[in-house]
Every structure is written in structure tokens, then in C-alpha cells.
């Protein structure tokens, strides 16, 4: 408490309800080097509670490569600041994102290390393109990441299985951990997730975005639900 400003602590202490809420808020703060404007747009999106649903969410795979992956990846990101349509493409998501690369790195966690958009991925005499490529300085490894406009389909994985698989044997360094994918889509179906994932063995997580904050009365609710049910 003492390495945040008063300011930081007054804003986590009054709009926080519980001490887990509160001391997640307090850690990530410090870790992140949060603002207090961007501290309170997390507190407002909910980053607790979908740091929750997205811990309860990661495959048994994920959670054996570091336990730092609990706290570097959301089940939901929010994108409000594109600015986007409801009804938009993935170019339109993918030269958002990449024209305001400082605001999702933010989303995304100061680790991240930005290397390229529409990365080359040459594979026998086929080139092939990924949408977003990341490096994580704690994670040590490359970070896929694939943009979909839509909702959830299970060929997707396919997609992204294959351009990790692409990435370990030909981009990653021998002293680097194997790459991460992310599947970030407009919506997904939990259950539909669930089955595609069952029996991929590339660390790949599926995740979807926002581009309105939420309601964070709706978001608590699903949080409890899902503890309910568990």
C-alpha cells in the first residue's frame, strides 16, 4: 500500500467490495504501473472479475507452463478505446489495434512486446500470415495472436494450432518457452470452446472482446454463477 500514491489506494479501498478485490487491484496496480485513469477504467471493465472466470477457464496445459500465466491472460479484453462499429471486420479490429498499440498493450500487460503485424510464416512453399505477433518478457515465449470478427467457430483452433506449431520450429529461439496462441474473437460459446479444446495439445486459449465497457453488475453476477455452479 505504501508503494501506491493515495490517490491509487482512495479509488481501490471505495469501489472495491471485498479484500480479494481489493488486493488484486493493489498487486496489479504496483505491477502494471498503473495510472489512476487507467486504474479506474480496469476497476470499471471488470479486470478482476474476468481475471476470475478466465482463471477458472485455463486449460490444465496452460497452467503447467508458468505460474505466471494465471495473471498475464483474460477471458475477455475490453476495446473500447477503437472506438469501432458493432458491425466490423477483422481489418477494421486488426488497423485499430495496431494504430492504438500503446492502449492495448495497456490491455494486455506491460510485459507484452509488440514484434509485427501480419507476421510471415513460411511453410514449405506456401506463405502463410498471422494477424498479431507478441513477445512476453515473464513468459519467455512468443505470443499468437488471431483475430476473428465473429463468433467462435471450432476451425479456428485449427488455424491457430498450426501457425504455433509454425512459430516453435522455425521462429523461437532455443532458450524460449513454446508459443502461446490466443484466439480472440467477438463472441464465443463456452461449451463449443470447451469440446474443440478438449484434445489440442498446442497452449492456446480462446478469448473474446469487447468494444463497450460492461455492466458490472451483470459481470459480478457471472462470477458468482460460476463458483455457484462449480
Known amino acids: 500500500m505504501r ?9 481501490i479501498f471505495s469501489r472495491c467490495k471485498t479484500a480479494e478485490e481489493r488486493a488484486f ?4 496496480s504496483k505491477q502494471e504501473n498503473y495510472s489512476i485513469r487507467e486504474l ?11 481475471t476470475m472466470i478466465g ?7 496452460l497452467r503447467e507452463i508458468d505460474p505466471e500465466i494465471i495473471t498475464t491472460f483474460k477471458d475477455s479484453y475490453i476495446l473500447d478505446f477503437l472506438n469501432l462499429p458493432e458491425t466490423h471486420n477483422e481489418r477494421d479490429l486488426q488497423r485499430g489495434l495496431v494504430n492504438k498499440l500503446k492502449e492495448f498493450i495497456l490491455e494486455l500487460g506491460k510485459d507484452f512486446l509488440f514484434i509485427g503485424e501480419e507476421y510471415k510464416l513460411q511453410v514449405g512453399n506456401a506463405d502463410f500470415y498471422l494477424d498479431l505477433l507478441f513477445y512476453h518478457r515473464g513468459l519467455k515465449c512468443l505470443v499468437a495472436i488471431e483475430l476473428k470478427a465473429d463468433k467462435f467457430k471450432p476451425e479456428h483452433i485449427g488455424q491457430l494450432n498450426f ?5 516453435d520450429r522455425d521462429v523461437k529461439r532455443p532458450n524460449e518457452n513454446p508459443s502461446i496462441g ?14 474443440a479444446m478438449s484434445r489440442i495439445l498446442s497452449p492456446a ?16 453476477q457471472k462470477l458468482h454463477e460460476l463458483f455457484d455452479h462449480e
Not at 25 to 28: N, Q, S
Not at 40 to 49: C, N, P
Not at 55 to 61: D, F, P, Y
Request: charged content about 25%; overall charge negative.
Open 205 to 220: 486459449m480462446v478469448s473474446e472482446y469487447r468494444i463497450q465497457l460492461p455492466d458490472k453488475k451483470l459481470l459480478q
Open 182 to 195: 490466443i484466439l480472440l474473437c467477438k463472441d464465443k460459446d463456452n461449451e463449443v470452446v470447451e469440446y
Open 40 to 50: 479506474d477504467r480496469q476497476i470499471s471493465a471488470g479486470l478482476f472479475e474476468w
Open 55 to 61: 482463471n477458472a477457464k485455463l486449460s490444465t496445459l
Open 3 to 11: 508503494e501506491l500514491s493515495w490517490s491509487h489506494n482512495l479509488a
Open 163 to 167: 501457425f504455433l506449431e509454425a512459430l
Open 25 to 28: 487491484y493493489l498487486r496489479i
